[in-house]
């Protein structure tokens, strides 16, 4: 991922990826950093989900609960949000 960011320093997935093999390693820090990052270069990513609930977990174990708390909330937000679009397609193609 270093590799990509060199030559993609903008490249919103690769901070993703960056920041879960991150906290993979237990470099909670940098990982929070990595991930915040992708929120603000892809604000309405595909990702944001996955990129709440790692950053909350994170905060976590680093004993910051508030933090914690305010990424598991928008995690909670965006996944509720997620399933009540797939619940509208669902009815809207059993209505076909």
Not at 10 to 31: K, V
Not at 51 to 67: C, F, G, H, V
């Amino acid at each position: 991922m270093q590799q990509v960011l060199k030559a993609e320093p903008n490249n919103p997935r690769a901070y993703f990826y960056l920041g879960r093999g991150l906290a993979d390693l237990d470099h909670g820090a940098e990982a929070i950093t990595a991930l915040e990052k992708y929120l603000s270069l892809q604000p309405d990513g595909d990702l944001r989900e996955q990129a709440y609930y790692t950053i909350s977990r994170l905060y976590r174990k680093q004993q910051k609960p508030e933090e914690a708390q305010k990424a598991l909330g928008e995690f909670q937000r965006l996944k509720q949000e997620r399933e009540t679009a797939e619940k509208q397609q669902i009815d809207a193609f059993r209505k076909q």
